[in-house]
C-alpha cells in the first residue's frame, strides 16, 4: 500500500511539472518576453490542480468510482468533473484577481476570466481523470488475469489429486483379486504374493506424494507388479524388458507406466485366451523420453476410453500441457502398443 502511494505521488507530481514545463515552452514561444506575473500564476494553477486532482481521488475512492464500475455510475464521473473544473476555475480566477496577476490593459472581469478558465482546465482534468481511470482498469485486468491463473492452477491440482486418488484404489483392488485366486490354491505362492503387494504399496505410497518419479522407481513398481501377475498367470505370461541405461534417470509422472502395464495385463490375459507377451521398451528420441507397453492381443474401441487410460490422458495434459503425448493403437495383427513420449525436463 505505501509503495502505490509512493508511485502515486511520484506520477502526480511528474505529471503537472510536466504540464507546466509544456505551457512554459509554448508560451516563451508565442511571447519574445514573458511578463512577470506570468510565473507565479503558473505556480499557482499548478498548486491548485495537484491539490485539486489529488482531491478528486480521493472522492473516487470514497465513492467506489474506479474500474470494476458499474455502467450506470459514470454520470457521477462526469459530474466530479465538472464540479472540480468550476472550483478549479473559481479557485485560480479568485486567487488571480486578489493578488493582481494580470497585465496591464488586460483587466478582465471575474467572470470572464472564470468562463476562460472552465474553458482551458477542464480539458486538463478531463485527461487526468481519463489516465487515473485507464491505471486503474489496466491494474484491475492485471490483478484478475493473476486471480484467474492462481486459480486454474488450484483447480489442475485438485484435478490431479483426485486423479491420482482414483488410481491407486483400481490398482489395489485388482492386486488383491489376484492374491485370492491363489489363497485356496498354493497357500505359499499366496504369501509371496502378499510380499509383493506390499512392496508395491510401500513404492505407491511413497511415490504418491510427488509429481514426478524417477523411471527408475516406478520400471521397480512395474516389475513387483509383473511378478506378482506371473504367479497368477505362470507359463501364460511371458515379460520382456527393453529398457536402455541413459533413461532410468529421467523423470515420469507416478504411477503411469504401472496403469499402462496393469492395463495390458487386463485386456492381454484377463479378457483373451492363450499365452500373452508384455514387452516393457524406453528410450530417447528426438530429445523426448518415449516409454511403450506392448501386448498380444487385439484392441476394442471401448479400451480406449477406459479409466486407467482416460486418467493417463487427463494427467498429462495437467502436468504437460499439451506436449505429452499417448497414444493406444494396433500395431501388429496380435500385437496392441501404448506408447507414450514425454518432454525431457532440463
Request: hydrophobic letters at 45%.
Amino acid at each position: 500500500m505505501k509503495k502505490q502511494s509512493s508511485l502515486y505521488w511520484i506520477c502526480q507530481i511528474a505529471g503537472w511539472f510536466s504540464y507546466g514545463l509544456t505551457i512554459l515552452f509554448f508560451a516563451s514561444i508565442l511571447d519574445k518576453e514573458l511578463n512577470p506575473i506570468f510565473y507565479p500564476r503558473l505556480a499557482i494553477n499548478l498548486s491548485i490542480g495537484i491539490l485539486l486532482t489529488h482531491l478528486l481521488r480521493e472522492t473516487m475512492h470514497r465513492f467506489s468510482l474506479r474500474p470494476p464500475m458499474p455502467s450506470n455510475q459514470w454520470w457521477k464521473l462526469v459530474l466530479l468533473l465538472f464540479v472540480f473544473s468550476i472550483i478549479n476555475s473559481f479557485s485560480t480566477s479568485y486567487l488571480a484577481d486578489i493578488l493582481k496577476l494580470y497585465e496591464p490593459g488586460r483587466n478582465f472581469s471575474l467572470s470572464r476570466r472564470f468562463l476562460f478558465s472552465i474553458i482551458f482546465d477542464t480539458p486538463i482534468f478531463l485527461v487526468w481523470m481519463s489516465v487515473y481511470i485507464l491505471w486503474h482498469y489496466i491494474e484491475f485486468t492485471n490483478t484478475e488475469e493473476i486471480k484467474k491463473v492462481r486459480l486454474e492452477t488450484m483447480i489442475k491440482e485438485l484435478e490431479l489429486k483426485t486423479i491420482k486418488s482414483q488410481i491407486n484404489p483400481h490398482f489395489i483392488f485388482n492386486a488383491l483379486n489376484s492374491i485370492r485366486a491363489l489363497v485356496d490354491e498354493d497357500p505359499k505362492r499366496a504369501r509371496q504374493a502378499i510380499t509383493e503387494l506390499s512392496n508395491i504399496l510401500r513404492s505407491s505410497i511413497q511415490v504418491d506424494k510427488v509429481e514426478i518419479a524417477s523411471l527408475e522407481k516406478e520400471l521397480d513398481i512395474v516389475k513387483d507388479y509383473l511378478a506378482l501377475e506371473y504367479i497368477r498367470f505362470a507359463d501364460r505370461l511371458k515379460i520382456v524388458y527393453e529398457v536402455e541405461p541413459n533413461t532410468l534417470s529421467h523423470q515420469i509422472p507416478p504411477m503411469m507406466l504401472q496403469t499402462l502395464v496393469e492395463n495390458a495385463i487386463k485386456h492381454g490375459l484377463g479378457k483373451q485366451p492363450g499365452d500373452c507377451t508384455i514387452k516393457v521398451i524406453s528410450k530417447l528420441e528426438n530429445d523426448k523420453l518415449v516409454l511403450i507397453v506392448q501386448n498380444t492381443g487385439l484392441l476394442q474401441e471401448t479400451e480406449k476410453d477406459g479409466f486407467g487410460l482416460q486418467s493417463t490422458r487427463e494427467r498429462l495434459n495437467i502436468l504437460y500441457r499439451g506436449q505429452a503425448i499417448f497414444e493406444i493403437f494396433q500395431c501388429a495383427p496380435n500385437e496392441v502398443t501404448a506408447k507414450l513420449v514425454i518432454p525431457i525436463s532440463n
